[in-house]
């Protein structure tokens, strides 16, 4: 489904990513793991048009996507769900997720897309005519998953989910993603929190300042003592 290689990408003269390759297959949910400032957001946001790459390639199902305006990417079935969520405060809940469903292929069945939302998300229904600045935190992670889920995607790109969130809210996001990988939306999941994140992937990528230091199944990636230490505070190994 995506593949990407040898891809950099730069802020300035400084380079964010190098030679990074990695592939997510259809309906397959794949994580992203790394310490602060490793590239984790820059690497998702060239996966949704947003940074452009300074080299390298990104293909969707064959097609080159490298050099192509981010709404190529939503056309193609690609939906990000940004980190802090970047809801519009003023907009009513049912304003922002509808913003979601404007894609023309999509445009047609936004009623029943939202009602799968609010089925997805069932506080969502009762929020749907207050305005999004008002929510929770949790919440608003919910709209702005929601939101991405408007659009129908083939490909979700979920930014850290889970920041800021209390552990009951986190344990209500996680199932939500499983559930909305297991309708068979391919997922790449950029997440700090990596115990729960490896327990919903089938694959795992390791980034370590801007390169892959790692890849394979979670138990793979994370079966060294010394990567275990740094990242699972010393959890045994699955």
Not at 1 to 29: F, K, N, T
Not at 79 to 108: C, S
Not at 163 to 187: C, E, K, W, Y
């Amino acid at each position: 489904m995506l593949d990407v290689r040898d891809l950099r990408v730069d802020y300035g003269i400084a380079p964010a990513l190098w030679s990074v390759s990695l592939a997510i297959g259809a309906g397959e949910l794949v994580c992203v793991v790394g310490p602060n400032g490793a590239g984790k957001t820059t690497l998702i946001n060239a996966l949704a048009g947003l940074h452009p790459a300074k080299s390298g390639r990104i293909t969707l199902d064959g097609c080159d996507m490298t050099s192509l305006a981010p709404h190529r990417f939503c056309a193609a079935g690609v939906a990000l769900v940004p980190e802090g969520r970047r809801l519009f405060a003023r907009m009513t809940v049912r304003e922002n997720l509808e913003i979601g469903g404007y894609v023309r292929a999509v445009r047609a069945a936004r009623s029943r897309t939202l009602d799968e939302v609010c089925t997805l998300f069932p506080v969502v229904r009762e929020k749907l005519d207050a305005p999004a600045g008002a929510l929770s935190g949790g919440q608003q992670q919910m709209v702005a998953i929601g939101r991405a889920l408007m659009a129908k995607p083939r490909l979700l790109l979920l930014d850290e989910p889970s920041l800021g969130l209390s552990p009951i809210v986190v344990q209500t996001m996680f199932r939500a993603i499983h559930d909305v990988n297991a309708a068979g939306t391919a997922i790449l999941l950029v997440e700090q929190n990596v115990t729960m994140a490896l327990d919903l992937a089938s694959r795992a990528y390791l980034l370590e300042e801007g390169r892959i230091a790692a890849e394979g199944t979670p138990a793979a990636v994370f079966g060294t003592p010394e990567l275990r230490r740094a990242y699972l505070g010393g959890m045994p190994a699955r």
